[in-house]
């Protein structure tokens, strides 16, 4: 009895612990599910340079350009530090191509708005229809290329330069495309009444930022259309 005993303790302390084995080692070993899903993700998800655009323009678009550092954009964007400096060099040339994406996609969405519209004045409207669109999404935060500008009203070197003129670039093709539909509407381009159309959108949007409505953008956008309407032929070319 003993020795059946000892025979069937040692016998279920043997069978005890290869079961506990086997079961770590099914436990600790992922499955070939999981193996292929986590290929998948790899193999989707986007590159460094998107995730790093991506998550600077989260936080610049937020938080503003100056308060966030580089280690708070390599946490956003899961990224090391070294593809960060080797895709951009900085983060002042990273702060220059987020702008320079936001400039693309805004141009595509006006493009997407406006070019449907046959009229040249129903296309300069679209900008503001498209100001009055957006802010809403973005919070109420204004243009972004205003507080980037408005981050650097003093550029003290060449990056800084460049970021304050990428900011401006955006401006500057706002108010040429204008002048061209003035163009096309009135038969002269008036860089007179492309000013005063731009200065309506600024307003409208700094309006809009500081009263969190879009009632400011929709203002300027009926002084836009009055303007269009009564715009006198003596405006200087």
Known sequence: MATERGTGAASGRGTGTGSGKAASRSVGKP???????????????????????????????????????IDRILREADVAKASLYSLFGSKDNLVVAYLQELDANWRRDWHELADPRPNPEDRIIAFFDLCIREEPKNNFRGSHFQNAAGEYPRPETESEERIRAAAMEHRRWCRDTMACLLTERFGYASRTLADQLMVFIDGGLAGTKMCRTTVPLETARDMARQLLLTAPMSYSI
Do not use: W, Y
């Open 31 to 69: 499955s070939r599910s999981t193996k292929v899903a986590s290929a998948s993700r790899r193999r989707n998800r986007p590159g460094p340079r998107q995730r790093l655009l991506a998550g600077a323009t989260h936080l610049f678009t937020t938080e503003g350009i100056r308060v966030i550092g």
